[in-house]
Structure formats: C-alpha cells, structure tokens
C-alpha cells in the first residue's frame, strides 16, 4: 500500500503534464526547456514524433542515473521515465487536432501553471521526473556543480537552441513559461505546509501561554529574553499555528494584554507534534 500510495501522485503528475503539453505547447510550437524542448528540437530537424523521442532519451537518462547515482534513484524515476511519453503519446492519438485556443500568450500561461502543477506533484511524492533532471544530478556527482546552476545553463542552451527556428519573441514566450513553472512549482511544494509563527513578549506570558494551551489546543515554548533598554528579563511565548489561527490567537493576546508585543513570521514548514507528527499529551 505505501508503494502504490507513493506511486500514484508519479502517475498523476506525469498525465497532468502530458497533457498540458498536448493542449497547450504543441499548438501552438511553444518553446520549452528540459526533455520536451530537446524533443521538440528532434522534432523539427529531424521529424522524430515528440513522445517517441522523450520516451528513448528517458530511457537513455535512467540508465545513465542507474549506472552512476544507483539503484534507489532508479527506483524513483522509473515511473515518471515510461508514464509521461506513454501518456503524452495516448493523448496525441485520443485528442488528435483538438486545440483550445491559437492564442499563444494563453498557451504560455497555462501551460506554466500545469506544467508547475504537475512537476509539483511529482516531486512531492518523493520521486524525479528523469529525463533532463538527471544530467545536473551527475554533473553535481562528479564535478559538485549546483543542481540549479547546471538545470539553467541547460534551459539556456535548449530554449537558445529553438529560437533557431522561431521568431525572437517565441523566446520571450519561453521564458515566461519557465518563469511561471518555476513559481508555480514552488507553491505546490510549499501548498499546506506554510505556518505562522507567533512571537508575543508581555508581563503576562504565563497566562498567555495557559490560554494558547487550553484555549487554541496549539503548544508554546518560554525563551528566555532579556529587554534592551531596562535590562530586565522576561520570557518570550513562542507559538506556532495554521494561517487560519491567526486572527483567534491575536484577539486571545489582546484581550489578556492590549499592549502585548507581538511580531509574525510566515514559516516555509513545520515538523514535530502536532503538525507533521500526531499530538502526543502527557
């Protein structure tokens, strides 16, 4: 059950993605980076079908990756090496010429937003998209060059590499797409994990904390602080809760102590009791 729980958002990203490259990039010969970019260069050089040549070169990336980062990272990129050609392929003969619109900055932004949204997915899961992902993995095996540097020298050179055969401003489509994937796929990873961390310095830190504890259900932690100007110590509740709690715990604060500092910080992701782990009262 674990594995195919694990396996299942793999085979959802990867049709989500599929099919936001039928809809949306092959239309209208958008440019893109990665696997479909090199494919859609195949393509127009050399008249390969698009998912025929993403299927042989994931292929050709998962052995690379086997062969030099292992057998646990095969594992991973397995499904996504077969799901997303086969899916790409199966939609390319069920939808045929079907097309939503010719527009093409339409096509740009939602195809960013699913292409975001499925790579969101899959990588959520724990799991690799293989393909292009795989030659920066072995670049920072071997040579301990950054995954982000060698992922955008790679887009670089692919989408470069189209505006051989496309107008300019097709380039600056291009770069919009990575743009808003890039943005989107950083929503999806953070999607449901972002908190709010609330700090509150008051004389009456120990009711507030009993009413945080007793009231909101939420646990609180007393750090010792020391006041910069009188020099006194006093503690400091640290308190951790959903964007949603927020407004509950700044009306309990006010009402014990309306002249209560309080200073709130959006946290990217919280483990421990209570959120990543089950509550655990003793």
Not at 181 to 197: F, H, P, Q, R, W
Not at 263 to 281: A, L
Request: aromatic content about 8%; proline content about 4%; charged content about 15%.
């Amino acid at each position: 059950m674990s594995v195919l729980k694990s396996i299942i958002p793999v085979v959802i990203g990867n049709i989500i993605y599929a099919l936001v490259v039928k809809l949306f990039i092959l239309p209208t010969n958008l440019m893109s980076s990665g696997t479909t970019g090199i494919a859609l260069l195949a393509n127009h050089f050399l008249g390969i079908p698009v998912s025929f040549f993403i299927l042989i070169f994931n292929v050709c990336m998962l052995i690379l990756g086997l062969i030099v980062l292992g057998k646990k990272f095969a594992m991973t990129t397995i499904v996504s090496t077969l799901m997303y050609p086969i899916a790409l392929e199966f939609f390319n003969q069920t939808l045929g010429e079907f097309v939503i619109t010719n527009n093409e900055l339409l096509n740009t932004i939602f195809a960013g937003l699913g292409i975001g949204l499925a790579l969101g997915i899959v990588i959520r899961s724990g799991a690799s998209t293989g393909g292009m992902d795989i030659p920066p993995l072995v670049l920072n095996h071997f040579f301990r060059i950054p995954v982000s540097v060698s992922l955008y020298v790679f887009d670089f050179i692919i989408l470069s590499s189209q505006s051989l055969y496309n107008p300019l401003e097709r380039l600056l489509y291009g770069i919009i797409l990575i743009l808003l994937t890039s943005i989107v796929l950083d929503k999806v990873l953070l999607m449901g994990t972002t908190k709010t961390e609330v700090k509150i310095i008051s004389p009456k830190f120990e009711k507030i904390a009993e009413e945080i504890l007793s009231e909101m259900d939420r646990g609180v932690t007393l750090l010792n602080a020391r006041g910069g100007y009188l020099k006194n110590e006093q503690s400091v509740v640290l308190s951790v809760v959903s964007n949603r709690e927020l407004p509950k715990i700044e009306k309990l604060v006010r009402a014990l102590d309306p002249d209560a500092f309080m200073i709130v910080s959006r946290v990217s992701e919280v483990w421990g009791r209570g959120f990543s782990t089950k509550k655990k009262y003793q």
